[in-house]
Structures are given as C-alpha cells and as structure tokens.
C-alpha cells in the first residue's frame, strides 16, 4: 500500500506520517529529509526542481517491490507531482490512498509556520510569505482531507489509518487507488 500524504509546508503532515507510519507499520518517506541529503552532497541547492521527487519515487517503488507499505510525504504542489505518486503504485503493483493535510486556519497555519523549527539537518523552513505565495493547484483527484485545525495529528493519523483499512477491504487491482466518492 502506498499513502501519498501531500500538503502545504506546516501543516502537519510529518507529524501524521511518522504517526501513521507507526501504526500500519509503514516506512515514511520524505521528500524534505531527501532533498536536503542532496544538497549536503554538494550536488545541487536548493530548490533542486524533480530531483527529490524522482529520488523519492525511486526509493519508495523499491519498498513496495519488497511488500511493504510505504507513506509518501512531500507537497505536491501540482497534478502531475500528484500522478506520478500514483505512476509509483501502479509500477510497483501496489494500492494507494491519497490524502491532503491542510489547516483550515490561516493565523494557526501561520503561528506553525513562524514558530517551528527543522528536524532536517541544514534545512531551512519556508517563511510564512513563501507558503502563503507557493505555487499550489486546487486538488480535483478525489482524496480524503485531513485539517489539523479541527483535528489533532492522532485523530487524523487514525482516519488515514482507516481509509488504509477500507482500501485494503476493497481488495482493488493493484495501481487502484482510493477515491473520497467511495468513502
């Protein structure tokens, strides 16, 4: 199973990943954590443009190959960062869910954007003004929606765990993922 977890930076989706994760018993993939490791190796700055992506889509293919479950977190920013999650699953074989961590509160979204810091070694965090300015396409793919501002990261690592549970229920052909109108 592939969990393609995608959102704004400081939304929470890190923290529901690593909770998530824990949970289903998946292994977390993280574009920031790879991205940065590029850059560290001296090969590129930032912004690295699809490297991270591509590196994450590889890394992630190679776990779904070996059977297990893998959450996906990175932005993505626009529909085809979003389809080629979904190239990913369906390479590998493997099922998906699709969810967007979103906080519905702007001056929330903004106090966790200013005040947090990085657990990424030499990475720097986006601004409030970065975030608020990102380039990020409405979503029009089904998915569920997970908001931090009405729902703690437990509760909402706990409905992504379910929404695991009701795709794996479905018993789909593998590359299928979970559509919100099935829920």
């Not at 200013?114 to 601004?127: E, H, M, N």
Request: with cysteine; hydrophobic share 45%; aromatic share 4%.
């Amino acid at each position: 199973m592939l969990v393609i977890l995608s959102g704004l930076p400081a939304t929470g989706k890190t923290t529901i990943g690593r909770l998530a994760a824990a949970d289903i018993g998946a292994v977390h993939v993280r574009v920031d954590t790879i991205e940065q490791a590029i850059v560290r190796s001296g090969l590129a700055e930032h912004p690295l443009g699809p490297a991270g992506y591509t590196v994450g889509h590889a890394v992630a293919g190679d776990i779904l190959a070996q059977g297990l479950d893998v959450i996906a977190e990175s932005v993505n920013p626009l529909p085809v960062t979003r389809s080629a999650w979904r190239g990913v699953a369906w390479w590998a074989g493997s099922a998906f869910v699709e969810a967007e961590v979103v906080c519905s509160d702007p001056v929330e979204h903004r106090r966790r954007v200013d005040t947090r810091g990085s657990d990424v070694p030499g990475l720097v965090k986006p601004r409030w003004e970065e975030v608020r300015d990102r380039e990020y396409a409405p979503w029009t793919d089904a998915r569920l929606v997970l908001d931090t501002a009405l729902h703690g990261p437990a509760d909402c690592a706990a409905m992504l765990r379910g929404a695991v549970e009701q795709e794996r229920a479905r018993g789909r052909e593998p590359g299928a993922g979970s559509s919100a109108a099935d829920r």
